[in-house]
C-alpha cells in the first residue's frame, strides 16, 4: 500500500492550505483514514480522521478551522485547513487503515510571516 501525500508549502498566518492524499495497492476495504502531525520536538499527533461511516473527529486545536474529507470511491482523504497559525507548523503524514496502519512520507507546513 502505498500513500502520496502533497499540498504542503510555506503559508503566512490566517493563510489556507489544502492537503490531498491518495492511497493505491491496497486490496482490501479502507476503514479510517486521517492526517497526524509531527512538530519540532512534539511527538506526532492526531489532527483529523474520518472513518467509512464517515465519522469524523478533530484535534481540539484544529476544530472549526480544519475539514477532513474522503472520497471513497478514489481512495482519498483530504485535509483543508484555514486560518492558519505558526503553531500548525509540522510535517503532516496521512494515514489509512486497512487490515493493516500505514502511513504517508509527510509533507511540510510551515506558517510563517
Known amino acids: 500500500v502505498q500513500l502520496q501525500a502533497s499540498g504542503g508549502g510555506l503559508v503566512q498566518p490566517g493563510g489556507s492550505l489544502r492537503l490531498p492524499c491518495a492511497a493505491s495497492?491496497?486490496?482490501?476495504?479502507?476503514?479510517?483514514m486521517g492526517w497526524y502531525r509531527r512538530s519540532p520536538g512534539k511527538e506526532r499527533e492526531l489532527v483529523a480522521t474520518?472513518?467509512?461511516?464517515?465519522?469524523?473527529k478533530y484535534a481540539d486545536s484544529v476544530k472549526g478551522r480544519f475539514t477532513i474529507s474522503r472520497n471513497k470511491a478514489k481512495k482519498s482523504v483530504y485535509l483543508q485547513m484555514n486560518n492558519l497559525k505558526p503553531e500548525d507548523t509540522a510535517v503532516y503524514f496521512c494515514y489509512i487503515y486497512s487490515r493493516g496502519d500505514y502511513w504517508g512520507q509527510g509533507t511540510q507546513v510551515t506558517v510563517s510571516s
Open positions: 495497492g491496497s486490496r482490501f476495504v479502507i476503514g479510517s
Open positions: 474520518i472513518t467509512l461511516a464517515d465519522d469524523i
